[in-house]
T-cell receptor
Framework: EAQVTQNPRYLITVTGKKLTVTCSQNMNHEYMSWYRQDPGLGLRQIYYSMNVEVTDKGDVPEGYKVSRKEKRNFPLILESPSPNQTSLYFC???????????FGQGTRLTVV | AQTVTQSQPEMSVQEAETVTLSCTYDTSESDYYLFWYKQPPSRQMILVIRQDAYKQQNATENRFSVNFQKAAKSFSLKISDSQLGDAAMYFCAYPMNRDDKIIFGKGTRLHILP
């Protein structure tokens, strides 16, 4: 089954404790992105990648890191999480720029 | 810069009735695509419908259809015969031709009244 898999789905952590949210897709898609969703703000792009070893900043990259060492994986790293990073996070992939994006099931992150 | 605006934060419709969700966008690109995504309480983002800007015909998927007005930069979603399962947050989305950015509207929460 074609899918984007994110883990974990729920995470509660403390300020400053490094964490990684994993994302993997099995559709051989070139493009992968991370978004955060906040009430009243919709989805905002954090980082994106158009190919292996190619990543770039989206609209809200501060406090986040990503890597794309393999085509299928695109982890999101929070080196020192802060409470303002409490949000719902989505990983997405797509084959071409003008095709639909496939989303993971989301990760609800709470930083206390 | 490209923008997507959904002016209705919340809407309600009676079951079996028809409802239209509004979306306007701004772009300088001439060839592009537009999407509507549905996000039910499960949080999963589900593609509802896609419109290719170069096509004059409005896209239709079963009970879902769009009214695409390219000159007015308007892209509304019509849901006919509303069902309880249609209750969700709906996002209008514009995938940019460069980079891998999709610009989302802020969403419209749709309630279905039994």
């Amino acid at each position: 089954e074609a899918q984007v898999t994110q883990n974990p789905r729920y995470l509660i952590t403390v300020t400053g404790k490094k964490l990684t949210v994993t994302c993997s897709q099995n559709m051989n898609h070139e493009y992968m992105s991370w978004y955060r969703q906040d009430p009243g703000l919709g989805l905002r792009q954090i980082y994106y990648s158009m190919n292996v070893e190619v990543t770039d900043k989206g609209d809200v990259p501060e406090g986040y890191k990503v890597s794309r060492k393999e085509k299928r994986n695109f982890p999101l790293i929070l080196e020192s999480p802060s409470p303002n990073q409490t949000s719902l996070y989505f990983c997405a992939s797509r084959r071409l720029r003008n095709t639909e994006a496939f989303f993971g099931q989301g990760t609800r992150l709470t930083v206390v | 810069a490209q923008t997507v605006t959904q002016s209705q934060p919340e809407m309600s419709v009676q079951e079996a009735e028809t409802v239209t969700l509004s979306c306007t966008y701004d772009t300088s690109e001439s060839d592009y695509y537009l999407f509507w995504y549905k996000q039910p309480p499960s949080r999963q983002m589900i593609l509802v419908i896609r419109q290719d800007a170069y096509k004059q015909q409005n896209a239709t998927e079963n009970r879902f259809s769009v009214n695409f007005q390219k000159a007015a930069k308007s892209f509304s979603l019509k849901i006919s015969d509303s069902q309880l399962g249609d209750a969700a947050m709906y996002f209008c989305a514009y995938p940019m031709n460069r980079d891998d950015k999709i610009i989302f509207g802020k969403g419209t929460r749709l309630h279905i009244l039994p």
